[in-house]
């Protein structure tokens, strides 16, 4: 057999098998990200060796934003990928796909879209993740929760870096501050500009210092930005996002001493993300606080009128939208 024969015949089974009785069944918003393959891949097929049961992508709504290069050139490839491959049926509306599915991956690349999409989401009482960046600006983030509060609906976002190996290997119960470092591109049609990309060490920060940060300064280079911020204890922590792209690492501060990891090739663990989300959806309980997205959605507001007034000090209770 011919090796393309080869692939349509595995894309026929695959579009052949019955979910099974315990399957959640998931619908994707937004199919210009390559997280959309690569989630699917975990979840439909069965024969991959890190296959994650307990849920099963079944519907698919394109969107696509035409004045972002990265996901007008993508959408409709990612779209026909899990459709030819892995059974996708793809719809023509967020109604349609909401009538058909028990939870939502709002995956849209372009966080702009997320509060409009969001809000169709909730009004139909699905569950969601909301994939990196929550929304674009922290007034949508807030807006969201808001929505989530008035509707009764659950939702979580996060970046896969939450459970890299960087923090699988670095999370201790004795730091005293932590140095960290990642790819910072910017996307000009993001007004928060780091939550396009920084965002992925600006979670690894939170995820190693934990909630807590009250202040925040911004200095801005030609090939990276340099955020310090301090901690409600006292503690120090740093970002720093490197431009276009960079490594990942990380130096944490112990009271038992100094730890760097610096791994060469820091891995985008979406297996660990995956399984974070169908636990999600099979419990209704976030893995990651609300509270704490909302508060990097603060961090990076405050970076940003921190950048905008010169590198002066932002405190993030000056943001608003605090409880």
């Keep these: 057999m011919l090796y393309s024969e080869a692939m349509k015949a595995a894309a026929l089974l695959l579009l052949a098998l019955p979910l099974a009785a315990a399957d959640i069944r998931l619908g994707i918003i937004g199919t210009d990200t390559s997280h959309v393959p690569a989630f699917t891949r975990l979840l439909n097929d069965p024969a991959d060796p890190a296959h994650i049961p307990g849920a099963r992508v079944v519907a698919a709504w394109k969107g696509g934003s035409p004045d972002v290069e990265s996901s007008r050139t993508r959408v409709d490839r990612f779209a026909a990928?899990?459709?030819?491959?892995?059974?996708?049926?793809?719809?023509?509306?967020?109604?349609?796909?909401?009538?058909?599915?028990?939870?939502v991956l709002i995956e849209?690349?372009?966080?702009?879209?997320?509060?409009?999409?969001?809000?169709?989401?909730?009004?139909?009482?699905?569950?969601?993740?909301?994939?990196?960046?929550?929304?674009?600006?922290?007034?949508?983030?807030?807006?969201?929760?808001?929505?989530?509060?008035?509707?009764?609906?659950?939702?979580?976002?996060?970046?896969?870096?939450?459970?890299?190996?960087?923090?699988?290997?670095?999370?201790?119960?004795?730091?005293?501050?932590?140095?960290?470092?990642?790819?910072?591109?910017?996307?000009?049609?993001?007004?928060?500009?780091?939550?396009?990309?920084?965002?992925?060490?600006?979670?690894?920060?939170?995820?190693?210092?934990?909630?807590?940060?009250?202040?925040?300064?911004?200095?801005?280079?030609?090939?990276?930005?340099?955020?310090?911020c301090r901690w409600t204890d006292g503690r120090i922590g740093t970002v720093r996002a490197l431009r276009p792209y960079g490594p990942y690492g990380a130096v944490v501060y112990r009271k038992s001493g100094v730890v760097v990891q610096s791994p060469p090739n820091v891995k985008a663990d979406y297996e660990n993300l995956v399984r974070k989300v169908v636990e999600f959806f099979e419990t209704g309980k976030p893995p990651v606080p609300n509270s704490e997205t909302l508060e990097i959605f603060r961090f990076m507001d405050a970076a940003q009128r921190s950048k905008q007034a010169g590198g002066a000090p932002v405190r993030l209770e000056s943001a608003g939208g605090l409880p």
């Design 81 to 103: 990928e899990i459709h030819s491959k892995y059974g996708v049926e793809i719809v023509p509306d967020i109604a349609t796909l909401c009538r058909m599915v028990d939870g």
């Design 108 to 228: 849209s690349v372009d966080g702009r879209t997320h509060l409009a999409q969001a809000r169709l989401v909730f009004q139909a009482r699905k569950p969601a993740f909301i994939d990196k960046p929550l929304a674009a600006t922290l007034a949508d983030a807030l807006e969201i929760a808001r929505l989530s509060s008035q509707t009764g609906v659950a939702w979580f976002s996060s970046s896969s870096l939450r459970w890299s190996e960087i923090t699988a290997t670095m999370k201790f119960d004795d730091i005293t501050g932590a140095d960290v470092w990642g790819p910072g591109p910017f996307e000009e049609h993001h007004p928060l500009d780091l939550a396009w990309y920084a965002i992925h060490p600006i979670e690894i920060l939170f995820t190693l210092m934990g909630p807590g940060c009250e202040e925040v300064t911004r200095v801005s280079g030609a090939t990276a930005d340099e955020i310090a």
